[in-house]
């Protein structure tokens, strides 16, 4: 019980106060939340007047408030967090990267309820007229996937030799750079990319894919099972009372057509 052993000797206040206001959270930092994603990752997580924004931070801002600490962001490439490797090296307590649950992802991660239901979205040069991946295929047009997301194993299933770029950012400026002809992406992504005049005047988005899977937010496997259950509380709670979807609003742009499956 961590908030007890810090109360032990009585002659650090300070300690005492870092500590989780719910019992057997198990945190890196006293005093903070540390969240492992991928930046720039719009409009879940991304560097804005000197501070990391988004859906994701919001959300994960809510566990730190009840929690009773401080979200802290770290940094990493997105394949170190979804192998697990950032939480078992103990560079933060919970992953919140615009996530999918999937099977494989389960193997190396304790995933929370879902908390944002998933769909790809198609990018093209304006008038290029490709729709599907099968097109994209068919013309040989070249795809540019982020490295470990949904989008590339999409991608694999139809034959289609992506290339992988390591972060979000880096896929739109070999967009925009004329390394690759299409992207596929997350469709919230995509859309915040359309809010930039220079983005939106060339490229648009054809198509979206509905994928029917859902975005989680992660901890260590089997290492820390009262963090994993505040999680879950907060997201439904935040849903339940509205505060998702206020976020939902403020960073995607639009009324959510759906909301998260428990």
Same mark, same amino acid.
């Given at each position: 019980?961590?908030?007890?052993?810090?109360?032990?000797?009585?002659?650090?206040?300070? &300690? #005492? *106060?870092?500590?989780?206001?719910?019992?057997?959270?198990?945190?890196?930092?006293?005093?903070?939340?540390?969240?492992?994603?991928?930046?720039?990752?719009?409009?879940?997580? /991304?560097? !804005?007047?000197?501070? =990391?924004?988004?859906?994701?931070?919001?959300?994960?801002?809510?566990?730190?408030?009840?929690?009773?600490?401080?979200? $802290?962001?770290?940094?990493?490439?997105?394949?170190?967090?979804?192998?697990?490797?950032?939480?078992? &090296?103990?560079?933060?307590?919970?992953?919140?990267?615009?996530?999918?649950?999937?099977?494989?992802?389960k193997a190396n991660?304790?995933? &929370?309820?879902?908390?944002?239901?998933? =769909?790809?979205?198609?990018?093209?040069?304006?008038?290029?007229?490709?729709? =599907?991946?099968?097109?994209?295929?068919? %013309?040989?047009?070249?795809?540019?996937?982020?490295?470990?997301?949904? #989008?590339?194993?999409?991608?694999?299933?139809?034959?289609?030799?992506?290339? $992988? /770029?390591?972060?979000?950012?880096? !896929?739109?400026? *070999?967009?925009?750079?004329?390394?690759?002809?299409?992207?596929? !992406?997350?469709?919230?992504?995509?859309?915040?990319?359309?809010? %930039?005049?220079?983005? &939106?005047?060339?490229? $648009?988005?054809?198509?979206?894919?509905? #994928?029917?899977? !859902?975005?989680? /937010? *992660?901890?260590?496997?089997?290492?820390?099972? $009262?963090?994993?259950?505040?999680?879950?509380?907060?997201?439904?709670?935040?849903? *339940?009372?509205?505060?998702?979807k206020k976020s939902?609003?403020?960073?995607?742009? #639009?009324?959510?057509?759906? =909301?998260?499956?428990?």
């Amino acid at each position: 019980m961590l908030a007890l052993g810090a109360c032990a000797g009585g002659d650090d206040k300070n &300690s #005492s *106060a870092q500590q989780p206001k719910v019992p057997g959270v198990k945190l890196v930092t006293p005093g903070k939340l540390k969240t492992c994603t991928s930046l720039p990752y719009p409009p879940f997580q /991304f560097p !804005q007047g000197g501070k =990391t924004v988004g859906f994701d931070v919001d959300m994960i801002d809510l566990v730190a408030k009840k929690l009773g600490v401080t979200q $802290e962001i770290v940094d990493v490439k997105f394949d170190i967090i979804k192998s697990g490797a950032a939480l078992n &090296s103990g560079r933060c307590d919970v992953a919140a990267a615009g996530m999918t649950i999937t099977d494989e992802r389960k193997a190396n991660l304790d995933f &929370s309820v879902p908390y944002f239901p998933e =769909t790809l979205g198609l990018m093209i040069k304006k008038g290029a007229g490709i729709k =599907t991946l099968d097109e994209v295929k068919a %013309k040989n047009l070249r795809l540019g996937v982020q490295t470990g997301t949904t #989008s590339l194993d999409e991608a694999k299933k139809k034959g289609i030799p992506a290339k $992988e /770029f390591d972060d979000a950012g880096k !896929q739109l400026l *070999a967009m925009q750079s004329g390394q690759i002809d299409v992207i596929l !992406q997350d469709l919230p992504v995509v859309n915040d990319w359309m809010k %930039k005049p220079d983005v &939106s005047s060339k490229y $648009e988005l054809s198509n979206q894919f509905p #994928s029917g899977m !859902q975005y989680g /937010f *992660a901890v260590k496997k089997g290492g820390n099972p $009262e963090l994993l259950k505040v999680i879950d509380e907060t997201i439904k709670t935040a849903v *339940a009372d509205g505060t998702w979807k206020k976020s939902y609003v403020q960073w995607i742009g #639009s009324e959510p057509q759906t =909301t998260p499956k428990f």
